[in-house]
């Protein structure tokens, strides 16, 4: 039992050091603050959107026309 509390009390200050390393002073809470990308512009976010899904929506009809243009 106390080699577990031992273990415990290691990984606990383990974590702690390891996010008080890690760069990150804030507290979070701000809405897409940890995206890739802006969300502020609505119309280019739209954009983006717009291509990450029609990208992903139109492969399989690609790969289709070119299968059936195939010699």
């Given at each position: 039992?106390?080699v577990a509390?031992?273990?415990?009390?290691n990984?606990?200050?383990?974590?702690?050091?390891?996010?008080?390393?890690?760069?990150?002073?804030?507290?979070?809470?701000?809405?897409?603050?940890?995206?890739?990308f802006?969300?502020?512009?609505?119309?280019?976010?739209?954009?983006?959107?717009?291509?990450?899904?029609?990208?992903?929506?139109?492969?399989?009809?690609?790969?289709?026309?070119?299968?059936?243009?195939?010699?």
């Open positions: 039992m106390i509390r031992r273990i415990g009390s990984v606990r200050t383990l974590m702690t050091s390891a996010v008080r390393r890690s760069g990150h002073h804030h507290v979070g809470g701000i809405p897409g603050d940890n995206l890739p802006s969300i502020s512009n609505r119309f280019r976010l739209a954009v983006y959107i717009g291509g990450w899904l029609g990208s992903g929506f139109s492969v399989p009809f690609i790969i289709l026309r070119h299968q059936l243009k195939k010699n």
